[in-house]
């Protein structure tokens, strides 16, 4: 009899994807300006690290809700600590519906007793799967895609996820066509489909939703009778144009929803997180909101086994409750995100290499380095992508991590360092994309750190 | 919201089954008192709270030590230039010193018998996300972990809902006082094989919810002997370690493994958790310990799915490395615990209530057999409403806890100040008194009581009244 369960036994937690191992390698050897500066350069962990003086500001004017006080100088550290209710803290909902609300420019707005609070985006999304699917069903999710859906969505639910492929022809779009396919692709595996999870802003891509698009996702679970689930984590990181559409919007414009059997109100739901728009992964917020009231009943039940510390809850409901702090911020942040990818999309043209065009939002770009490649497989793309994490040493990601279906293209974020680690990271990839692409008759062999040779011609 | 039968398919069965266990008697109590709490000056006849098994005894000497560690927190201007790095932290190998502190919490609170490796210590979103965690390591669905009874009734839901693992119960009654025997693992083993059932383990809860009782170290070692003989696991949930307020001393399980010739500590997990020792459930810290490295491999990636906050690692970090502090409060805390656990007890005793002698844990369990009038759990259930609607103590009835006996009862005594539990005594002692005064055979609580408990008082201020002399000048006769 095996000792272990077959999900600890398996391998579908996915962290033997490239995407943890160039991770793994940038631990034993990470960028320090001072004590390692031949290091590897993180661009693989898309985290914002920009705004973190706004937050520190923000709380040397608050004092009280540093020390446990409330806002009469109160001691509430009681309370607080005692406060396990899987409802959450009735204030820091509704500020964090608020705060939803306004990232989407008030056109929409939230309920607060729709919202679900999870320990991040990660049991968000696991819960929404136990709350939709079981094994032998799947979700139709577009690539490419975070890799860690892989392990958040399938590792202990046992759901599937089949690809809706995506390709650069059109900016990555999803058409109608790779929809239909997706679904037919399901019905082969023998897979029910039970939705449609994408996410908006898009991971990897950094690009917003189009109005079409989601239109078009709205028609197609209206005519499968499925469920959809946005993540919209990335939703504050949009800094231009166009700008953020949720899919909340699209449904609050159309008028030929109410007449449905199973209302599509109640089958749309979006996942939220403060992990990328305020900067917060450590402090675990998640959440999830549905118009469906049996999901948001089970998800709370479901939701104790990650609920958000009640010193954070009190912490950010106060934050997120200063209108005149959450509206600077938000501005402020885009701002900044939006001058840090100029610069880093110049540093790119520089070294010849272009990215997606319509990207408009997240802490990454999706970079096109399809020309560097000896070829047009996904083999060529783990070969280049191994000379950039130990010769150039960057960490990035490549697209096959990301499901994508053409090789060539890899995710490297830019706001979880500073300009000049930035600068440097520009300067290497030149360095390496001009040796690469010279067409020199000269070949040069390079010895990397871990002795693993590159032929550089 | 109208559904259909056929939309019922749109979500999960896990969604809409009721394996989540809320649907049990232990809730209803806490949704009586939800309507009706008990408040000293706003609502002196509400309900009390005795089914939360909290500890709010110790609060004063961690909210001395916060004020005067300014920089354990990451929001003071004393902290806060580790914010950003703490708030950007979302390792889910945990921060080291939290880890290292929270080994060193855990030995300390074993008396220094044991150390603990750091590098086994995995985060969860408290014990509920621990607890699931290790059977999605330990077990597929379909296969079976035993359980001694009683047990905490929110194992059905973090062991078997979304795990699809089951519960196979190990009954325990007072004919030997509730221990659990070597003939009963066997006889439970036994059957399930013969049923097909897929036995991966076995979990207890040491100190015991709901009995407030350690493990001796012999049952311990007998229980190890017994899993290793099967190669089934042993998963010991130690959430009550520190509560422990007299003798017998505190064995740990850790403690054992090292007393156990040929131990397989492959088989050995802990589950661990600061909601109770240290009475702050709010900020969900839940530890997996696995002797198992493979166990450890897998639970650090789920640990994804409940980190312990970021913010909150930092604290603890400083305050559980503060040895003066975690001293001092290991001690205080038994001390205080005895205290109202003696003023509780001397209180049942006085009405002649027993219970079952207990060192440890924030409750007691309640025998209350005699005032059933047949020995069923019926009749059990049908007390448990009288003394929530009627004596208004929220109580836990002992089936809840799947014991097989019916008449036992689970009284928390720790989440509450000095008045209150004097409260909640004067209400026992009433109750009580007027339950054994009457004619013998006959049951008064059976009969419908609403009119005579209305035109009687609960001055709470008042000893014990007699039954036949209500109080003109009562509120609540004023109210009907």
Not at chain 1, 14 to 40: A, M
Not at chain 1, 259 to 280: E, N, T
Not at chain 2, 98 to 113: D, I
Not at chain 2, 223 to 237: A, G
């Amino acid at each position: 009899m095996k000792l272990l369960s077959t999900k600890a036994t398996c391998n579908s937690h996915g962290q033997d994807s490239s995407y943890f191992l160039g991770w793994q390698e940038y631990e034993k050897n990470p960028y320090d300006e001072v004590l390692n500066p031949e290091g590897i350069i993180q661009m693989g962990l898309a985290e914002n690290q920009l705004s973190f003086d706004l937050l520190e500001s923000w709380l040397d004017r608050n004092p009280n809700v540093a020390g446990f006080k409330s806002n009469d100088g109160k001691s509430i550290f009681r309370e607080l600590a005692l406060f396990q209710d899987y409802h959450g803290l009735p204030s820091f909902k509704k500020a964090l519906v608020d705060f939803m609300a306004e990232i989407r420019g008030n056109k929409v707005t939230f309920d607060p007793n729709h919202i679900v609070l999870t320990a991040g985006s990660t049991p968000a999304n696991e819960t929404l799967m136990f709350c939709l699917a079981e094994k032998g069903e799947a979700f139709l999710l577009p690539t490419p895609y975070y890799p860690g859906f892989d392990r958040d969505l399938k590792w202990r639910t046992g759901v599937e996820i089949v690809p809706i492929q995506c390709t650069s022809s059109n900016n990555f779009q999803i058409t109608e066509p790779a929809l239909q396919l997706a679904y037919q692709e399901a019905k082969k595996r023998n897979l029910r489909v039970k939705g449609v999870l994408v996410t908006n802003p898009s991971n990897p891509l950094g690009t917003t939703m189009s109005r079409s698009e989601l239109n078009l996702l709205i028609d197609f679970i209206k005519d499968k009778n499925i469920h959809l689930i946005s993540d919209e984590i990335y939703s504050g990181t949009v800094y231009s144009s166009p700008g953020f559409v949720s899919v909340m919007e699209i449904l609050k414009e159309r008028n030929d929803l109410e007449d449905c059997h199973a209302p599509v109100w109640d089958r749309v739901h979006v996942v939220y997180s403060l992990s990328k728009d305020l900067g917060l992964p450590g402090f675990r917020v998640g959440a999830i909101y549905s118009q469906n009231d049996v999901v948001v009943e089970a998800a709370t039940k479901m939701s104790s086994f990650g609920l958000v510390s009640s010193q954070t809850q009190y912490l950010l409901s106060a934050m997120l409750g200063d209108k005149k702090f959450t509206k600077s911020y938000i501005s402020e942040n885009q701002k900044r995100l939006k001058r840090r990818q100029r610069m880093f999309v110049s540093g790119l043209q520089k070294a010849g290499i272009g990215c997606l065009k319509t990207n408009n939002a997240g802490l990454f770009c999706w970079v096109d380095m399809s020309h560097l490649l000896h070829s047009n497989t996904f083999e060529a793309e783990m070969e280049l992508w191994k000379k950039i994490l130990y010769e150039v040493r960057l960490n990035i990601s490549p697209g096959s991590s990301c499901h994508c279906a053409e090789p060539g293209w890899f995710r490297m974020c830019f706001a979880n360092m500073s300009e000049d680690t930035l600068n440097l990271a520009m300067k290497r990839l030149k360095a390496f994309a001009a040796a690469e692409f010279n067409g020199s008759s000269c070949s040069k062999k390079v010895t990397l750190q871990l002795g693993f040779p590159a032929i550089v011609s | 919201m109208g559904f259909g039968g056929n939309s019922q398919q749109l979500l999960s069965k896990i969604a809409t089954n009721d394996k989540h266990g809320e649907n049990s008697p232990y809730f209803d109590g806490w949704k009586a008192y939800d309507r009706n709490p008990f408040h000293p000056k706003n609502n002196p006849q509400g309900v009390i709270q005795m089914g939360l098994a909290e500890n709010q005894l110790c609060f004063d000497l961690i909210e001395e030590w916060i004020r005067n560690n300014p920089k354990a927190s990451i929001c003071t201007p004393e902290g806060v230039h580790q914010f950003r790095n703490i708030a950007n932290f979302q390792d889910y190998h945990g921060l080291q010193k939290f880890r290292n502190a929270m080994a060193n919490f855990m030995s300390k609170v074993r008396g220094g018998r044991v150390r603990f490796d750091p590098d086994r210590i995995l985060m969860s979103g408290g014990a509920t996300g621990a607890n699931e965690l290790i059977m999605f390591c330990l077990a597929d669905p379909g296969d079976a972990f035993m359980i001694p009874t009683p047990f905490y009734p929110g194992f059905v839901r973090d062991l078997c809902w979304r795990t699809g693992v089951k519960l196979i119960p190990v009954h325990s009654d007072s004919s030997n006082n509730f221990k659990i025997t070597r003939e009963a693992l066997e006889e439970a083993y036994k059957k399930a094989k013969e049923d097909n059932i897929n036995v991966k383990g076995l979990l207890i809860t040491n100190p015991s919810n709901p009995l407030g009782t350690t493990l001796d170290k012999d049952t311990l070692k007998s229980l190890v002997s017994f899993i290793n003989e099967k190669n089934i696991h042993l998963v010991c949930d130690e959430i009550y370690a520190a509560t422990v307020f007299s003798s017998p001393n505190y064995v740990s399980v850790a403690e054992v493994i090292q007393e156990v010739e040929h131990c397989k500590r492959d088989l050995i997990h802990i589950i661990y958790s600061l909601s109770k020792d240290m009475g702050f459930p709010g900020f969900r810290v839940g530890i997996v310990y696995s002797f198992n490295d493979e166990v450890v491999n897998c639970g650090r990636k789920m640990s994804s799915f409940g980190l312990v906050c970021s913010q909150t690692q930092h604290m603890l970090a400083s305050m559980l490395s503060d040895e003066n502090f975690v001293t001092t409060f290991i001690e205080e805390n038994s001390r205080r615990l005895k205290k109202r656990h003696d003023k509780f007890m001397k209180g049942l005793e006085e009405v002649n209530i027993t219970r079952f002698p207990s060192n440890a844990g924030l409750f007691c369990w309640m025998n209350l057999k005699s005032l059933l009038k047949e020995p069923t759990f019926e009749d059990e259930l049908k007390l448990w409403r009288v003394i929530i609607h009627e004596v208004k103590l929220n109580v836990s009835p002992g089936s809840s806890f799947n014991c097989s006996e019916p008449g036992w009862f689970r009284v928390c005594f720790a989440n509450m100040d000095d008045e209150t539990v004097d409260v909640a005594l004067n209400r026992i002692r009433a109750f009580v008194g007027r339950e054994t005064k009457k004619p013998v055979g006959i049951k008064r609580w059976q009969q419908n009581l609403r009119l005579n408990f209305s035109s009687r008082i609960f001055d709470e201020t008042t000893v014990i009244m007699s039954p036949h002399s209500p109080i003109p000048t009562s509120p609540l006769v004023r109210a009907t």
